[in-house]
């Protein structure tokens, strides 16, 4: 325990507790600091736990201030972090402070401390602060059983991003202030600054995040956005109940977020923002924003509300219907109207938008009947789902199949939405007790998100025959699109990469250079690959969190010009090839720098190309590749040829 009332200040690490479980597993128990109390300043790692797991419920940060000023003599070429925990079972972090008060030489992100760094890490934080940050709360994470955490009635002031998760286990963040914007001592520019950031496979089992209120201000040329969805995969998930107030975006959204499942806006209310929803070129959310109840043959609106003289949507990737109703509460829009949006009248509002949801209020944990009520109504709409997949597969008439194809997705959405509770009660409620629980529901599911998910829990635990096994049955268990098996052969190459040293113990935090430089080739990926690799990265210390793509978050115009080629795939072929391949540029883009990369890591070929041209890789041994182009603006572009 540590309290005090004076000062711990100028040290490289005010209090630190590491390396008390041998190096070669680092996830057996062990011990160290368990209480932090009073104030720790100007400390280049100001609070370090690591692979505290010995009682889940002791570890407490309480009534702490963590924090910078003027006097920070740390080496200015090192990014402060003011808590930094890895494998902690659960720490408690109770108003607690998070300030970085320097008002001199910010360049940038970079330049501002990190606040609370976790690595496969469970927390809870609440009724604390967080102010002028590079990122006040980063919480990253690669397999299940660490990772559940919650936020809740907490501020965070002028961070250039409050919440930054891409953890692939279940959250809640609610009933907490976002004050979107520029540190006051940060130069003015083309900046994207966001409240909470979610991708790479964030929500596959649904999360709360309600009943919080985000608030940008006047900007000139920054750009606030509420929340920035990348990449979190096709489960049933809601953001609902959230203020969005005075920001450039409300919601903004990248990559796959969804198809007939997937991310839901509900019952938010925005004011003033110049756009409500984005959903960039390319991306998705839930196609159907509201739902549709088959057995009343009855519609209920999305529910949110827009007011003041902003966009409403705007949508430049999968179509989108959206339900709406325009009595109290329930308006369709008052602004410039929907783009990329089919609009369609619902049959009744959104209750929801007018009373607390249970699971919203309802603490973990929550009561038992509850969960039992929800584990009910999981198992009838799976009976109902397996009866109507029955009969789709005895109908012949393609119109009929085609009539009765909603309603198997209705009942396969409901399933994800009540085992996703069920999930999300286990998880928060054991924080790494129950993880069989979580397990053994998360395959219930019979999703390919769940089971991908599953493969990932295997690996990294260390049961490969296991991670083989799901590898084999993923595709048979479930009926791939293509976007899907191409992600799961990526995903199978990326954990091709990292499995020599998995399975010879080498702790993944001190991987070798040429697996890293190898990794960064799916790092902007908008998928489980990406996510993966974006995790392997930070745990070694390389920064790879980014717009997938590399793209901004800058709001359209009113006019929006597409650039032919942008972004558009590397051409390599014939592939697969014997030995002589043809690399074909996107238009515009050399000159650029071409690598052929084996999947160990190592540059087996590097050259300069003013043009799309011939090159030889003959002598190399028959396998999977992948050739990297980046161009002059460090765009990369990635591609695989087999040989």
């Known amino acids: 325990v540590l309290n005090t009332t004076g000062i711990v200040e100028h040290a490289v690490d005010g209090v630190a507790a590491r390396e008390f479980a041998p190096q070669a597993n680092p996830h057996l128990l062990g011990g160290g600091i368990v209480e932090v109390y009073g104030r720790i300043r100007n400390c280049t790692n100001a609070v370090g736990l690591f692979y505290y797991q010995k009682d889940p419920k002791a570890n407490t940060v309480s009534g702490a201030f963590l924090t910078l000023d003027n006097n920070y003599r740390g080496d200015a070429a090192k990014q402060p972090t003011l808590l930094y925990m890895r494998a902690q079972t659960r720490l408690d972090i109770l108003g607690t402070w998070f300030y970085d008060f320097r008002t001199q030489g910010c360049a940038g992100s970079a330049s501002r401390a990190k606040g609370l760094v976790a690595d496969e890490s469970a927390f809870q934080v609440r009724s604390s602060l967080f102010r002028n940050l590079d990122r006040g709360v980063q919480a990253y994470g690669k397999t299940m059983g660490f990772g559940t955490y919650t936020v809740e009635n907490t501020s965070f002031f002028t961070c250039y991003t409050d919440i930054e998760s891409n953890l692939p286990d279940n959250f809640r963040i609610a009933d907490s202030y976002f004050h979107v914007g520029r540190p006051p001592m940060c130069p003015q520019g083309s900046v994207d600054f966001i409240g909470v950031r979610l991708f790479g496979y964030t929500l596959p089992m649904g999360i709360v995040l309600a009943n919080n209120s985000f608030y940008g201000g006047d900007t000139e040329s920054d750009t606030q956005v509420g929340t920035d969805c990348a990449g979190t995969g096709s489960m049933e998930n809601f953001i609902r109940k959230n203020n969005f107030w005075d920001l450039d975006i409300g919601n903004s959204a990248a990559g796959n977020n969804g198809g007939f499942k997937g991310l839901r806006y509900e019952c938010n209310e925005h004011y003033d923002n110049r756009f409500a ?31 003041g003289n902003g966009y409403t949507w705007d949508n430049d990737g999968a179509q989108i219907t959206y339900y709406f109703w325009d009595t109290i509460g329930q308006v369709l829009t008052t602004g410039s109207g929907f783009e990329g949006v089919d609009t369609v009248r619902a049959t009744f509002s959104n209750q929801n938008c007018f009373t607390y949801i249970h699971e919203d209020e309802c603490p973990p944990p929550c009561p038992m009947e509850d969960s039992e009520v929800w584990q009910d109504s ?29 309603e198997i997705n209705a009942h396969r959405s409901a399933m994800d939405i009540w085992g996703g509770r069920v999930i999300r009660n286990f998880a928060l409620d054991s924080t790494g007790t129950k993880v069989d629980s979580v397990l053994a ?15 990932r829990h295997a690996f990294f635990t260390g049961d490969f025959e296991g991670y083989d096994q799901w590898m084999e049955d993923i595709p048979q268990r479930n009926d791939l699109t293509e976007r899907q098996s191409d992600e799961l052969d990526d995903f199978a190459a990326v954990l091709a990469v990292v499995r020599p040293y998995a399975e010879d113990g080498t702790d993944l935090h001190r991987l070798p250079t040429t697996v890293l ?81 084996a999947p160990d890591g190592r540059t087996l070929l590097e050259q300069t190309l003013a043009a799309s041209t011939e090159l030889d890789g003959t002598g190399l041994r028959p396998g999977l590749y992948f050739c990297r182009v980046v161009d002059a603006t460090g765009l990369r572009l990635v591609a695989k040829l087999i040989i």
């Open 378 to 406: 999981f198992f009838q709409h799976h009976t109902e789902w397996l009866a109507t997949k029955a009969e789709y597969d005895n109908l012949t008439d393609t119109a009929a199949q085609a009539a009765l194809l909603p």
């Open 441 to 455: 529901w998360t395959e219930r599911l019979q999703a390919y998100e769940a089971d991908l998910r599953l493969a």
């Open 517 to 597: 430089d190898s990794l960064e080739a799916w790092a902007d990926h908008c998928d489980e690959p990406g996510f993966v690799a974006k995790v392997l990265l930070l745990g070694n210390g390389r920064e790879a969190i980014s717009a997938c793509g590399g793209g901004s978050l800058r709001p359209p115009q009113a006019t929006t010009t597409k650039v032919p080629g942008a972004n558009a795939p590397i051409r390599l072929y014939p592939n697969p090839t014997t030995g002589q391949f043809f690399v074909e540029l996107p238009e515009g883009s050399a000159p650029v720098r071409v690598q052929l990369i």
């Open 277 to 307: 929803n984005v959903v960039n070129e390319g991306g998705s959310v839930r196609n159907v924003q509201g739902n549709f109840d088959f057995d009343l043959q009855s519609s209920t609106a999305a529910g949110n509300r827009f007011s």
